[in-house]
């Protein structure tokens, strides 16, 4: 079984104006499409495990965002921003000719996916959040200091002549990125590392990505804004969170009543808010746990209704 679906996995690459988006495409050519977008500094990878265990009916494209996986990374002096991926999908989408499609995304792929689907309603068919809320809104308070942070970072960065990328050997780059997320297995790890790591002539491994994906993200929404672009969205929306996840990690009470509301905006529109056992990486980690959810809203949402005329 195992071995059909791997042969059936080829590899993506989209022009973009300063290089290339890559990725990797399952299923027929005709099948229903569904768009898979990936969390903060991971890559397409992470739905090597799950997609084995979705609709085989559907076409899945999983895609390496900039600065991420084998994608090319965003020119000198250019931030990483929530809306700058909007449009990458948009460009993605463009190039594969899909007018209308499903997303699944996990984590930042999640508010990515859910932004896209406010700005675009009419393209979006069914939505998947993976440990995701949507949304990721910051009190106004908060906004001038982040903004100024996430600058600072960049300018700083731009200051320095020598190249601060480190080498490892493979050993190394697997303790270093299971320390830096300790929700990955040991087999996620490696499967991150396909298309998370570059071999360097100097005899060595560096780490794919953008340095710059870790600075200080400087566009910020209110709870408010999240809300009214929530309820733009037409897609049947299904929300997984585990239950050691991404939730758990805001623990102050503010953070939780945020959550809490958009959360609820789902509720009160009739989608879907599952809770599952598992942490930040279920998805990757267990995909068994979450692939009945998943397969059951394609089923029913996307597979079982007519193609748009």
Request: glycine share 6%; charged share 20%; aromatic share 8%.
């Amino acid at each position: 079984m195992s071995s059909t679906v791997k042969q059936a996995v080829s590899e993506l690459s989209l022009p973009v104006p300063w290089g290339e988006i890559r990725g990797k495409i399952w299923g027929p050519d005709h099948g229903r499409p569904v768009l898979c977008l990936h969390g903060w500094a991971d890559n397409c990878g992470t739905f090597n495990t799950l997609i084995p265990h979705l609709p085989k009916e559907c076409r899945y494209v999983a895609v390496d965002l900039p600065g991420h996986g084998l994608s090319s990374h965003r020119p000198p002096g250019v931030f990483y921003s929530f809306s700058a991926y909007v449009a990458d999908v948009r460009r993605v989408v463009n190039g594969l000719q899909w007018t209308k499609f499903s997303i699944i995304g996990h984590s930042m792929g999640g508010n990515i996916a859910a932004m896209f689907s406010a700005l675009h309603p009419e393209m979006v068919e069914a939505l998947i959040l993976l440990d995701a809320f949507g949304f990721l809104p910051i009190n106004p308070t908060e906004i001038s200091k982040v903004m100024r942070q996430g600058m600072d970072e960049m300018l700083q960065f731009e200051k320095q002549t020598e190249d601060k990328r480190r080498l490892y050997t493979y050993e190394k780059a697997v303790e270093r990125l299971l320390a830096a997320n300790p929700t990955l297995s040991e087999e996620s790890v490696n499967i991150l590392l396909e298309r998370g790591l570059v071999q360097v002539e100097r005899a060595g491994f560096e780490f794919s990505r953008d340095l710059r994906i870790n600075f200080k993200n400087i566009e910020r929404v209110s709870l408010e804004q999240s809300l009214e672009m929530q309820s733009r969205i037409q897609a049947s929306i299904l929300v997984i969170l585990a239950d050691e996840g991404f939730g758990k990690t805001f623990p102050e009470s503010d953070q939780q009543k945020v959550t809490n509301t958009l959360l609820q905006g789902y509720r009160d529109r009739n989608h879907t808010v599952v809770t599952v056992p598992g942490n930040h990486h279920v998805h990757l980690n267990n995909p068994e746990v979450i692939a009945p959810f998943v397969s059951n809203f394609l089923q029913t949402k996307v597979l079982s209704q007519q193609l748009p005329a």
